[in-house]
């Protein structure tokens, strides 16, 4: 499994990004796709979580109502919109693949995904 996170860049609060991972080598073994981010100096935090039929999205406290995660099963690909975006919300943003995930509190530990991406910057500032 290979993961490419792509579509960083800055940009002003209040302003939007969409970042997306096209995964390679994907199998029904891996049904989950998770973004997490980490700025400096701050542990890995999680961003939001898609199974790769859909039927469970779930989101980070603070994304929640501003970041939507989706995914195109046909390109391979996930994106993360994001809206509403803050300073804080800079950071470098990872994907991650793993699962079938049985608990919800799996979907939000990163310790649980098998193959992560190399991450992609997103810096918010005025």
């Known amino acids: 499994v290979q993961l490419q996170a792509s579509g960083g860049g800055s940009v002003q609060p209040g302003g939007s990004l969409r970042i997306s991972c096209d995964a390679s080598g994907f199998t029904l073994d891996y049904a989950v796709i998770g973004w997490f981010r980490q700025a400096p100096g701050k542990e890995r935090e999680f961003a939001a979580a898609i199974s790769r039929f859909g039927d469970n999205i779930f989101y980070g406290g603070s994304m929640k109502g501003r970041f939507t995660i989706s995914g195109d099963n046909a390109k391979n690909t996930v994106y993360l919109q994001m809206d509403s975006l803050k300073p804080e919300d800079t950071a470098v943003y990872y994907c991650?693949?793993?699962?079938?995930?049985?608990?919800?509190?799996?979907?939000?530990?990163?310790?649980?995904?098998?193959?992560w991406g190399q991450g992609t910057q997103v810096t918010v500032s005025s």
């Open positions: 991650a693949a793993g699962g079938p995930f049985r608990s919800v509190i799996n979907y939000y530990s990163p310790g649980r995904y098998d193959y």
